[in-house]
């Protein structure tokens, strides 16, 4: 059986692992909102020369407001996240860089901040280039246009109090990894843990533990222990071999079953038949005995006696292995049935001709009637005359003198039913479901013994090869009713 696909475990597995995805991009999302919002609150601006201004604009409101402000310690506090290198050189010449700033850069600052002029109150960018000390301008100084360009004045009550510069472009990654590394690295690693154990717990760990106890009922299994199964709960991969494992462990416990009961029928069969030939081996051999003593003295009548019955044994001990071989051939599928069309009136009746003398004898009537679209029967002739004789010497034992024994052949739409039926005690509801096994007698429940205890066992065998079932019921004495199928 297919396992659906949203039981699959495979399925489980992926879906697992998109969850473990998807939770990874949400720390992740999660994790840039946060740093979006620590650098966003502290970068002042995307541009150089717009940060520097507002970083002039910062400190010269806080110098205005504290003129004994300890700058080093206010840039500290409020820009110690800025991760853009920026550099402040205070004309008392006091320099404050967060960073690694040249210093060509910063002498150019202090020039500037020594010999700048302001062209107006506010906060503008430094004044035009000017020539430099060994005769080199701004042009092709270290501190190019660009840099003036980006550094910014901080305006102290109308003076010029230092002057803030920007580095351009990005800011430095060594300095970003060095401030959040750390805690990259460890929100990283709790989601790594996270999606780890959430996968082992609810995807691989159920698996596991089922595939544990498949492997323990396995071995039990393998130990002899035919009671083992695995779990079939889930409905995924691991259900179907557990089902799988279980119909396995079934078969297999059903053909251990089969072979303990085979062992013991074959055990009762040999103590049957044992039984069965001892009989009459030993009636045989007494009389056989009785008449080799020499000091013994027998007249005529006697010793034909004494010879008539070990006669009649010898006959019931070939009866009896005749009836056995019979049963070995039909029961190892030897001997291929001959299909023939079969006039059951004449297989009556050639019954019927079979038993005559007894019947005469024991002034037993045999009825025979073949009702109308039952008059063939697509069948083995020889051997279905011999259940049929079977059935019919059976009743004829257990039919008192001046009884009634009637064969019927009754059609059905898709088979023909033959019955026996005799005027007997009929069987006891006990032996019904035992009367076809092999040397079974059900004496104590009939008036009258005799048989090998073969014959309803063959009866079985041959209809069974036919296709066909027999069954016993009582009805105003035994009845027997062989069904078979008319395609056969």
Same mark, same amino acid.
């Given at each position: 059986?297919?396992?659906?696909?949203?039981?699959?475990?495979?399925?489980?597995?992926?879906?697992?692992?998109?969850?473990?995805?998807?939770?990874?991009?949400?720390?992740?999302?999660?994790?840039?909102?946060?740093?979006?919002?620590?650098?966003?609150?502290?970068?002042?601006?995307?541009?150089?020369?717009?940060?520097?201004?507002?970083?002039?604009?910062?400190?010269?409101?806080?110098?205005?407001?504290?003129?004994?402000?300890?700058?080093?310690?206010?840039?500290?506090?409020?820009?110690?996240?800025?991760?853009?290198?920026?550099?402040?050189?205070?004309?008392?010449?006091?320099?404050?860089?967060?960073?690694?700033?040249?210093?060509?850069?910063?002498?150019?600052?202090?020039?500037?901040?020594?010999?700048?002029?302001?062209?107006?109150?506010?906060?503008?960018?430094?004044?035009?280039?000017?020539?430099?000390?060994?005769?080199?301008?701004?042009?092709?100084?270290?501190?190019?246009?660009?840099?003036?360009?980006?550094?910014?004045?901080?305006?102290?009550?109308?003076?010029?109090?230092?002057?803030?510069?920007?580095?351009?472009?990005?800011?430095?990654?060594?300095?970003?990894?060095?401030?959040?590394?750390?805690?990259?690295?460890?929100? #990283? /690693?709790?989601? =790594?843990?996270?999606? +780890?154990?959430?996968? *082992?717990?609810?995807?691989?760990?159920? %698996?596991? $533990?089922?595939?544990?106890?498949?492997?323990?009922?396995?071995?039990?299994?393998?130990?002899?222990?035919?009671?083992?199964?695995?779990?079939?709960?889930?409905?995924?991969?691991?259900?179907?071999?557990?089902?799988?494992?279980?119909?396995?462990?079934?078969?297999?416990?059903?053909?251990?079953?089969?072979?303990?009961?085979?062992?013991?029928?074959?055990?009762?069969?040999?103590?049957?038949?044992?039984?069965?030939?001892?009989?009459?081996?030993?009636?045989?051999?007494?009389?056989?005995?009785?008449?080799?003593?020499?000091?013994?003295?027998?007249?005529?009548?006697?010793?034909?006696?004494?010879?008539?019955?070990?006669?009649?044994?010898?006959?019931?001990?070939?009866?009896?292995?005749?009836?056995?071989?019979?049963?070995?051939?039909?029961?190892? #599928? /030897?001997?291929? =049935?001959?299909?023939? +069309?079969?006039?059951? *009136?004449?297989?009556?009746?050639?019954? %019927?001709? $079979?038993?005559?003398?007894?019947?005469?004898?024991?002034?037993?009537?045999?009825?025979?009637?073949?009702?109308?679209?039952?008059?063939?029967?697509?069948?083995?002739?020889?051997?279905?005359?011999?259940?049929?004789?079977?059935?019919?010497?059976?009743?004829?034992?257990?039919?008192?003198?001046?009884?009634?024994?009637?064969?019927?052949?009754?059609?059905?739409?898709?088979?023909?039913?033959?019955?026996?039926?005799?005027?007997?005690?009929?069987?006891?509801?006990?032996?019904?479901?035992?009367?076809?096994?092999?040397?079974?007698?059900?004496?104590?429940?009939?008036?009258?013994?005799?048989?090998?205890?073969?014959?309803?066992?063959?009866?079985?065998?041959?209809?069974?090869?036919?296709?066909?079932?027999?069954?016993?019921?009582?009805?105003?004495?035994?009845?027997?009713?062989?069904?078979?199928?008319?395609?056969?």
């Amino acid at each position: 059986m297919t396992t659906p696909w949203y039981r699959s475990f495979y399925w489980r597995v992926a879906l697992g692992l998109f969850a473990f995805l998807a939770l990874t991009l949400v720390a992740e999302a999660a994790i840039f909102f946060w740093m979006s919002d620590r650098i966003s609150g502290s970068l002042p601006a995307r541009q150089p020369v717009r940060a520097a201004r507002i970083i002039a604009a910062d400190l010269a409101a806080a110098l205005e407001a504290n003129p004994q402000l300890d700058v080093q310690a206010h840039i500290d506090e409020q820009y110690s996240n800025v991760l853009q290198t920026f550099v402040i050189v205070m004309r008392d010449g006091q320099t404050i860089a967060n960073g690694e700033v040249p210093e060509p850069m910063i002498e150019g600052l202090r020039d500037d901040v020594r010999a700048g002029l302001l062209p107006g109150p506010g906060i503008v960018p430094l004044p035009p280039a000017r020539p430099q000390r060994g005769g080199r301008g701004r042009e092709g100084g270290p501190r190019g246009p660009r840099a003036l360009r980006e550094a910014a004045w901080v305006i102290v009550n109308g003076e010029g109090a230092g002057l803030v510069a920007v580095m351009p472009g990005p800011a430095p990654i060594t300095r970003a990894l060095r401030r959040y590394g750390p805690t990259l690295g460890l929100i #990283g /690693g709790a989601v =790594l843990v996270a999606g +780890t154990f959430i996968i *082992a717990f609810f995807v691989f760990g159920p %698996a596991r $533990r089922r595939l544990r106890d498949v492997q323990e009922a396995t071995a039990r299994l393998g130990g002899g222990d035919l009671a083992a199964r695995a779990p079939e709960y889930g409905g995924d991969e691991i259900a179907a071999l557990g089902r799988s494992f279980n119909r396995m462990a079934d078969e297999l416990a059903s053909r251990a079953r089969a072979l303990d009961a085979s062992d013991r029928a074959r055990r009762q069969l040999l103590a049957d038949v044992s039984h069965e030939l001892m009989t009459p081996l030993t009636a045989m051999r007494g009389y056989v005995e009785t008449l080799a003593m020499s000091e013994a003295h027998f007249d005529a009548p006697t010793r034909e006696r004494y010879l008539r019955i070990a006669l009649e044994e010898t006959h019931r001990l070939e009866h009896i292995i005749g009836d056995l071989l019979d049963l070995a051939r039909l029961e190892g #599928g /030897g001997g291929t =049935l001959r299909r023939e +069309t079969v006039d059951l *009136a004449t297989l009556f009746a050639r019954v %019927a001709a $079979r038993h005559e003398r007894e019947l005469r004898e024991r002034r037993v009537t045999m009825e025979r009637q073949v009702h109308a679209g039952a008059e063939t029967l697509p069948a083995d002739a020889a051997r279905l005359e011999q259940a049929l004789q079977n059935l019919a010497a059976n009743a004829l034992r257990h039919t008192p003198d001046g009884g009634r024994v009637s064969l019927t052949a009754t059609p059905q739409p898709e088979a023909i039913v033959l019955t026996v039926r005799d005027s007997g005690p009929g069987i006891a509801p006990e032996h019904l479901p035992l009367i076809f096994d092999r040397f079974y007698k059900a004496d104590a429940s009939r008036q009258f013994a005799g048989g090998s205890g073969l014959g309803l066992s063959i009866v079985k065998t041959i209809v069974e090869r036919h296709g066909g079932t027999v069954t016993a019921r009582n009805d105003a004495g035994a009845v027997f009713e062989v069904v078979l199928p008319r395609g056969q």
